[in-house]
Each structure stands twice: as C-alpha cells, then as structure tokens.
C-alpha cells in the first residue's frame, strides 16, 4: 500500500487550481440516469470516487464517454443512459462508496423500481438512510429492506408530496430532487439541505428541464414533468478541497492563491480563520490565503450544516489548532464518531482531549513528525496538514483514503514547495 512521506516545516507559496467538487460530481453523475439523453459534465475532478460511481453506474447501463477533453481544470465527461440495463446495485459497488445510494432516487422514477444494497456501516459512524426511505415512501414508493436490499417499488409511478425532513441530510435531499423532478404533480421538500452542492445538483437538474423553486434555501419546490433532457454542466468548485488548501498556508505560514476558490461558499470558514488570525482577499480568479504575522490564536468551532461551518473540514481545522496559541473547543454536530484523526494527531505531538461530541484542543509550539494512519478521507488529509507544519519526517499510510476525494494532492503541495512524496508499495 502506498504511503506519503512529508518533511514538515515548509512555508506554502504559490498557486494551487481548485477542481470540481466530489460531493457535487457524484450526484450530478446519478442525474444521468433520470433521461435517455446525453449529460455533459464539465470540470469533473479526476478522483477514485468518481471512478467508483462510474462503474455503478455502468452496470446501470449508462455509457460514459471520459474523452470529452481534459485539463488540470478537470475532465469533461458525458454520461447516456439510453436505457437501464439493470436497477439492481450489487452490494460489492456499493459497499466501497455510501453515496451509491444516489442511485435510488432516480432508478425508481424512471423505471418504477430499484434495487439498492444498504450502504452498511462506515468509519465515520452508523449514517443509516432512513431519511432516503421514509421520503420516497411520501412519494409513493413502497419501500422493504431484504437481505441487505432495499427494494424500492413505485408501480403507478412516483406522486407528488410533501416531505418534512427530520433532520438536514444532504443525500437525501438530493435523492428526493431527483426523484421528484419525474413525479407527477408538486412536491415540497421542507427543512431542505442548503449546500452548495445541492444547489449545483438542482441547477443541472432544471437544465435538463426540471421545474424547482427555492434554489439555495431550506424548503425546494419541484413540480414533476415528464421527462427529462440531455444538458450540459459545469461542477462547482470544491469548497472542502479549497478550505482544506486555506488551512495548509495558515499552518505553515504561507502564503496561497486558491484559482477558483469561491469565497462565498466558504463563508463561515473564512470568518472563524480571520478570527483565529488568517487573511483572506479575493482576487480576479480566486482567493489569496496568507497567515498574518506570528502564530494563530485557538478559536472555537461547532460543525453545522450549511452555512454553518462544515463537518468535511473538522478534522483540518483540528490540525489547525494543534499549534495555535492558547484552546480551541472543536465540536461536531453532524456524525458521531468523527474524532479518529485525534489519537494520530497526539502521536505527533498534539495535545487534545474529547468529552463525547466536543475536543478540546491546546496549542503546542510545535509538532513532531511520525508515521500515523487515517482511517477516512478527511481525518487523512487532517495529518498531511499536521505532517506540513511539523519538525522532522511524517509518514502517512493509507494513502487510498487520499486518493478517494483529493485530486493531484502531492503534486500540487510539492509546486508550492511542500517536501512531499508518494512512496510506492
Ligand atoms: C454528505 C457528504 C459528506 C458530508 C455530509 C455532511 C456527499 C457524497 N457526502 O454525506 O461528505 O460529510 O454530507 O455535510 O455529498 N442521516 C440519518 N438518516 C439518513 C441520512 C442521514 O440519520 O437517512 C444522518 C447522518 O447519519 C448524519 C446526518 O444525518 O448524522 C447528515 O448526513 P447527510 O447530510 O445525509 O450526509 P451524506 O449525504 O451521507
């Protein structure tokens, strides 16, 4: 398996592109499946996630074209689902990325059943998909778990509804807009996800000829057609991939221009790092991030949805603080169980103790390079950041959690001067 080896202690200068979001391509690739058209995706981040959906989606029956042209601005790739070979997503596909279960929205309204494995369980807590079903069921749907499948059966088709979310979920938002959109009649979906890569979902989806309200905020109205088009779309940038690079310049006290960034995405944590001491500027193509002078003061963090602060950037906002001057109480709202990069941060030094949903963090002068290993993509990356700023070598293992959800990594940290390698094997 290949490992990282990082010799920290490097100021970051330079630029670094900003791809298309992971979390915005993975839905906008399901949406292929509600028309027998062409969608055309530009700036489609070159990632193993992707890869991995593609070949769900695959057996599904779409074709998919990478040919499309590609840059280090990401590939343009187009998706044809002329017609579904197969509703069923076998557990082995699924089980390797949770948001296969994108699938299931628009497999039932196209064709009238589905058959999803259940994700199963995953490093970062129990993330069950009863939201998922109890919203299709609103729609119609006749939904029955067997044998690790959920078998989802709309016979007379999908009806119009209106579903209150319990709880803000982002997956199942997506997957009640896209099964909405071939529904008949309206349906009103309440206590909504508002995060960008919803909104991005929900534009390419009124390209392709969907009627929905409400774009950006907590409540989408969605008035069923019939069908649905080929279109053509531009993934929106990737705001966790941006704040993630925003945290490598503050730890290392460098200075970045992220080319793409969107700062308007990144509201929220752009307030919290100038509190703690970073400055930010827009610029005509993105956003200059530099630490202001000497070290970043602890400021306290609460993950939210969004406009809150997010949970993808916990863990990097963690590292952050393990050499800030003084506390930081870091608190996670969205999942349980979320705290795994804590006992490999320790190991290099770090001082941070958890009281269940909360960690306290004190600020250590510095940190001390070893080898430490991550069990998912963003506690991962939360120790190549730690692994920047410290004294001596860090060796990062598991570096296919990596690979899942950040693009060129290593290249793009080593062009701003990161001693950063890829050890093979
Ligand atoms: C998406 C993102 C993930 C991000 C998360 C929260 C993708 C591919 N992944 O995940 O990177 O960390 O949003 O911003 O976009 N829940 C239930 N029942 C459900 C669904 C969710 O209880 O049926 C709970 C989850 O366990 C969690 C919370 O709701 O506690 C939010 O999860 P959700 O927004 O659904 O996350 P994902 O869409 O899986």
Redesign the pocket.
Known sequence: MDRLRIRGGRALKGEIAIGGA??AA??LMTASLLTDETLTLEHLPDLLDITTLAGVLEQHGVEIDMNGGGSEHGRTVALTARRIASTRAPYDLVRKM??SVLVLGPLLAREGHAEVSLPGGCAI?????????KGLELLGAEVELKDGYILARAPKGLVGAEVVFP??????T?NLLMAAALARGETRLINA?R?P?VTDLAKCLTAMGARIEGLGGDTLVVEGVARLRGARHRVVADRIEAGTYAMAAAITGGELELVGAEAGQLSSVIELLTEAGVAFAETDRGLKVRRADGRLAGVDAMTE??PGF???LQAQMMALMTTAQGAAMITET???NRFMHVPELARMGANVNVHGASALVRGQDRLTGAPVMATDLRASVSLVLAGLAAEGETEINRVYHLDRGYERLVEKLAACGANIERLEG
Do not use: M, Q
């Not at 709880?167 to 199942?172: E, F």
């Open positions: 992971k979390n993975l839905p949770r948001a807590g129990t993330r069950p998909v009863d939201i998922h079903l709880k803000v979920s982002v997956g199942a997506e996800a995060e890569e949805p969004y997010p949970t993808d969205i999942f349980e």
